[in-house]
């Protein structure tokens, strides 16, 4: 079955929900989505899966993504004719082939697709990086928030960053008795979920109440998620902002990205609704210093902005960020990167996105490792 779902992917879209949930639960979907990220990865087979040598003076490191998005990292070292080897850190040899690799630095975009690969990313570049005194990018700081939105709101609310009100609770009878308490409709959040995968728009107190006691009792799983990863024991809560446009302005070195994520239905994120947007110096500013304060060098920050009174409020900070190139033909004027000089932010049309950035990650890996 999983041959003819691989083959006839596009069959996925008339297959309905209920079937896809059960299917998820009596057979064994993990096998099937590692079988479709390895079919995106087109250096699989090649002279470049693993490595290349082109003599350069650097050697790059690549971290193997169970996922395949290392793939990005592997194009940008062809195009840029730089020397590469793929590792792997779910080896159970991972520590002395790191050590006898010989590279000087090592890319990395983090396997988050559940828990337990989030979890060992964040055990394993912390020994990389603290113990054994790697270099990785982007930097380990950035990625031990990436997809967890419990520490994302913890740095936010130390370091004074606006954010929409966000609650989180361990306890049930607490996260009950803060619907008891508040008006609706409010955001229901898991701590590690992506494009909306794990976010509910809860518009009555019985649907929040029944996602609680689901949540800490017999445990929750985000859409699409595995069926053996629940999560349980926590539940965030943010406050619904109506009415309000989400920009995201990225950041990789000194080059800054600007893009509008269009709402469909209810979200925002995951909708893959994109095109190129001018913001306001104000909004660059924002990013700016918090991410020069904070060394955030490869970094996605998404914000809601009010449209009339140009209030906004840091909705995520992400360290990596989609893959997804705009083909809309709006807004293709602003299609381009900013930089700051003299105080003054310049826009430099064209298109820099080449492979999710990568290369740009590339590029500047290249310079902090002189």
């Known amino acids: 079955m999983f041959n003819v779902l691989l083959k006839y992917q596009q069959l996925s879209y008339y297959i309905p929900q209920v079937f896809k949930n059960y299917l998820r639960k009596v057979l064994p979907f993990h096998i099937y989505l590692e079988s479709a990220w390895k079919k995106e990865n087109q250096f699989i087979s090649t002279k470049y899966e693993w490595g290349y040598n082109f003599d350069s003076e650097y050697k790059v490191g690549i971290i193997f993504d169970l996922a395949h998005y290392h793939r990005h990292y592997i194009a940008a070292c062809i195009e840029k004719q730089q020397s590469f080897q793929v590792l792997q850190l779910h080896d159970n040899d991972w520590i002395e082939n790191f050590a006898n690799s010989k590279c000087h630095f090592f890319l990395v975009w983090p396997t988050i697709v559940n828990t337990v690969w989030k979890k060992l990313f964040d055990d394993r570049l912390y020994f990389l990086n603290k113990k054994m005194g790697k270099i990785?990018?982007?930097?380990?700081?950035?990625?031990?928030?990436?997809?967890?939105?419990?520490?994302?709101?913890?740095?936010?609310?130390?370091?004074?960053?606006?954010?929409?009100?966000?609650?989180?609770?361990?306890?049930?009878?607490?996260?009950?008795?803060?619907?008891?308490?508040?008006?609706?409709?409010?955001?229901?959040?898991?701590?590690?979920?992506?494009?909306?995968?794990?976010?509910?728009?809860?518009?009555?107190?019985?649907?929040?109440?029944?996602?609680?006691?689901?949540?800490?009792?017999?445990?929750?799983?985000?859409?699409?998620?595995?069926?053996?990863?629940?999560?349980?024991?926590?539940?965030?809560?943010?406050?619904?902002?109506?009415?309000?446009d989400e920009w995201r302005i990225t950041r990789v070195g000194d080059t800054f990205f600007c893009r509008i994520k269009h709402k469909q239905g209810d979200?925002?994120?995951?909708?893959?609704?994109?095109?190129?947007?001018?913001?306001?110096?104000?909004?660059?500013?924002?990013?700016?210093?918090?991410?020069?304060?904070?060394?955030?060098?490869?970094?996605?920050?998404?914000?809601?902005?009010?449209?009339?009174?140009?209030?906004?409020?840091?909705?995520?900070?992400?360290?990596?960020?989609?893959?997804?190139?705009?083909?809309?033909?709006?807004?293709?004027?602003?299609?381009?990167?900013?930089?700051?000089?003299?105080?003054?932010?310049?826009?430099?049309?064209?298109?820099?996105?080449?492979?999710?950035?990568?290369?740009?990650?590339?590029?500047?890996?290249?310079?902090?490792?002189?």
């Open 267 to 370: 979200f925002h994120s995951g909708s893959g609704k994109l095109s190129w947007g001018k913001p306001d110096e104000e909004l660059m500013n924002y990013v700016k210093q918090i991410t020069d304060d904070h060394d955030l060098k490869s970094v996605a920050v998404d914000l809601f902005v009010n449209p009339d009174s140009k209030e906004f409020w840091v909705n995520e900070i992400q360290a990596l960020f989609g893959e997804h190139r705009i083909d809309d033909s709006q807004g293709t004027e602003n299609m381009g990167k900013y930089k700051l000089q003299d105080n003054k932010w310049h826009f430099i049309p064209g298109y820099y996105y080449n492979n999710a950035c990568a290369n740009l990650r590339l590029e500047y890996a290249l310079t902090i490792s002189k």
């Open 136 to 244: 990785i990018f982007p930097y380990y700081e950035s990625l031990w928030f990436y997809e967890n939105k419990s520490r994302v709101r913890d740095f936010c609310l130390i370091n004074q960053i606006r954010i929409p009100k966000t609650d989180i609770f361990y306890c049930e009878h607490e996260a009950l008795n803060y619907l008891e308490r508040i008006d609706f409709p409010v955001v229901l959040k898991l701590d590690q979920s992506a494009a909306s995968l794990g976010v509910w728009i809860i518009k009555t107190k019985k649907h929040g109440r029944k996602l609680v006691k689901q949540l800490f009792r017999k445990g929750l799983i985000p859409h699409r998620g595995d069926p053996r990863d629940l999560r349980w024991g926590q539940v965030i809560f943010q406050e619904y902002l109506p009415n309000v």
